[in-house]
């Protein structure tokens, strides 16, 4: 019998300089694993954050191709693991390969993953508008496991972004947020108000009803595409059985290793964290530690 692996439609832009989208969802996911079947959203020379006049490619027309030829052949997958999306029609497609997926294995339904891409820093991305946020609020009812941040997670709520926002406060937008579909919330870049400038990731599991913390320490450095290291390594924890508070765990810990690794290396932080430095880490012991039981108030 052929050994298990596990297949995920992975639904993100392809940049061809930087280290964002594909160009670390396959290679994260198959060091854990995991079959990364690329399905692209654009094409673009380089990634958004920090470069200027790149070249752009929509891909929505072969988007739905290849989801109709993948449909035909009756490609199975495990896990649907999308993030940025160009155009309301996108959350269309994606929503409706979800639903086809559900019906063509109804013993075995996928782990659907979305990486709301929106916006950060209190600000909608520059690709981004209110019809697309419109979008995600649709796409994210078909998931299983969201991650967005924190400005991310007030536009799909129609809330004022809070940076400062308090630990119940935080509680209750995880709920509101898995009421709207998703069983699994996660928000990354959520304040950690015990440490000054530290962040944290916050998670709701609606089955178990538990919330979970892992603290962030606090690097003076921003690298592009964190976001898209941090769910992958969490999708593909989660693939490999792991539990959800490890997962999270084993996510900011590759994050924060990666970001150490490149700090020291003089050149353009645009271009992303090393991730090559780092990526064998992911199969080496794995070592917890860091997440909390957020249930109950802290005095």
């Known amino acids: 019998m052929a050994p298990y692996i596990p297949r995920v439609a992975a639904i993100h832009d392809l940049s061809g300089f930087g280290r964002n989208s594909l160009s670390v969802v396959i290679p994260i996911l198959s060091t854990m694993g995991a079959q990364a079947v690329a399905l692209p959203t654009a094409v673009l020379s380089t990634h958004t954050g920090g470069f200027e006049g790149y070249a752009f490619e929509d891909l929505t027309g072969f988007m739905k191709k290849a989801i109709e ?10 896990c649907v693991y999308s993030g940025f999306l160009g155009s309301p029609v996108q ?39 209110a019809a697309m946020v419109h979008g995600m609020r649709r796409l994210i009812r078909q998931a299983d496991v969201i991650t967005p941040n924190l400005t991310e997670a007030s536009l799909l709520l129609d ?18 947020l898995a009421d709207m579909g998703p069983e699994t919330v996660v928000i990354t870049s959520a304040p950690l108000s015990r440490k000054g400038k530290d962040t944290s990731v916050v ?17 003076p450095a921003n690298y592009p595409g964190t976001g898209d290291v941090f769910t992958s390594v969490l999708t593909g ?13 084993r996510g900011v810990q590759f994050v924060t290793q990666a970001i150490r690794a490149s700090y020291g290396f003089d050149y353009p932080r645009r271009n992303g964290v090393l991730l090559e430095r780092v ?6 012991p794995v070592l917890l530690g860091s997440y909390e039981w957020m ?3 802290e005095e």
């Not at 820093?121 to 690709?127: E, F, I, V």
């Not at 998670?203 to 690097?219: E, K, L, M, N, T």
């Open 203 to 219: 998670a709701y599991d609606r089955r178990s009803g538990h919330f979970w913390r892992v603290p962030c320490v606090y690097i």
């Open 159 to 176: 809330e004022d972004y809070r940076p400062d926002i308090g630990e119940e406060a935080l509680k209750r937008w995880l709920v509101r």
């Open 295 to 297: 249930d109950e108030r």
């Open 237 to 249: 924890s989660l693939l490999q059985g792991d539990s959800l508070p490890v997962a999270l765990d």
């Open 91 to 129: 959350t269309e497609l994606v929503e409706g390969f979800i639903e086809g997926l559900r019906r063509s294995q109804l013993t075995d339904p996928p782990m659907i993953v979305v990486d709301p891409v929106l916006a950060d820093d209190g600000r909608l991305y520059d690709t981004m508008d």
């Open 69 to 78: 030829h993948w449909m035909k052949l009756d490609i199975r997958f495990h």
């Open 279 to 284: 990526l064998n880490s992911l199969n080496g």
